[in-house]
């Protein structure tokens, strides 16, 4: 049954997802140890890439998506890493509640069918995260099972982030256009092209291969690899 609050939650998202296609999403993040480590670091590389066109930011921990929603009008698409193997974007229910009472507008989780630590279904998580907040959900996938699964799971946009970082596929040097190709061929939730995407010409090379938007993290805001990048070709 459709309630008054549930039809502006989907007034909500319809808004947030006209504002988010064909455009570029960038990820701000700096990993544990690093110098640019900081709640207010993150928000002036989240300042900076909106200021040069940015429809929405992709940031990490609560404390940098409070700090970043204090200042950035932009839309946050938040998550939480726990670790750095098996599900560790925003591994449960109770991380994505604390990043989108945080600030986040749409909350990135893991996204692919191994367990939750929680013990809950991917779709388990979904439905309680709809039923409890207006947010949406970007499921973070490694494969194109992964989409389709959480698709039908009911999340409200899937995205190749886990490409090659999961048994399912070999990673590349570059993004994985033929799995936004093929993700994009079999769901019919709006597919985000993420990882590995270098160069201006390969955002371009996802949004011909159908991508709703793009997303583009360490060939922006992670200056220790853009600095080795060009260190290794000299
Ligand atoms: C696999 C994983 O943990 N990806 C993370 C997800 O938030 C980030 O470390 C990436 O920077 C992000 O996906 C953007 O990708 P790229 O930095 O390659 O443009």
């Known amino acids: 049954m459709t309630t ?3 039809t502006a939650a989907s007034a909500g998202s319809a808004r947030l997802l006209e504002a988010l296609r064909g455009g570029l999403i960038v990820s701000c993040q700096a990993y544990p140890g690093e110098p640019m480590r900081d709640p207010r670091t993150t928000t002036q590389v989240a300042q900076s890439v ?3 066109g940015a429809v ?6 609560p404390d940098d998506v409070r700090a970043v929603a204090a200042q950035v009008e932009a839309p946050i698409v ?3 890493k726990v670790g750095a ?3 560790y ?3 449960t229910l109770e991380h994505a509640l604390a990043i989108l009472e945080a600030g986040a507008s749409i909350v990135a989780i893991d996204g692919t069918r191994r367990a939750r630590p929680d013990g809950l279904t991917l779709a388990e998580t979904i439905t309680e995260l709809h039923s409890r907040t207006a947010a949406m959900v ?4 490694g494969s194109l099972a992964d989409a389709e699964a959480a698709a039908e799971a009911g999340a409200d946009v899937v ?3 886990l490409s090659g970082y999961t048994s399912e596929r070999q990673p590349g040097p570059g993004p994985d256009l033929d799995l936004v190709r093929e993700m994009v061929g079999s769901v019919d939730v709006p597919v985000v092209a993420e990882g590995r995407i270098r160069t201006p010409s390969e955002a371009a090379q996802a949004r011909q291969a159908g991508a709703y938007a793009v997303c583009v993290g360490t060939a922006i805001t992670h200056p220790a690899s853009i600095t080795g990048w060009f260190r290794e070709a000299l």
């Open 4 to 6: 008054p609050g549930s």
């Open 50 to 52: 909106v200021r040069g």
């Open 56 to 61: 929405a930011v992709r940031i990490e921990s």
């Open 78 to 80: 938040g998550l939480w």
């Open 85 to 87: 193997e098996g599900v």
């Open 89 to 91: 974007i925003t591994p």
């Open 138 to 141: 970007m499921a973070d996938c």
């Open 159 to 161: 995205s190749t982030t």
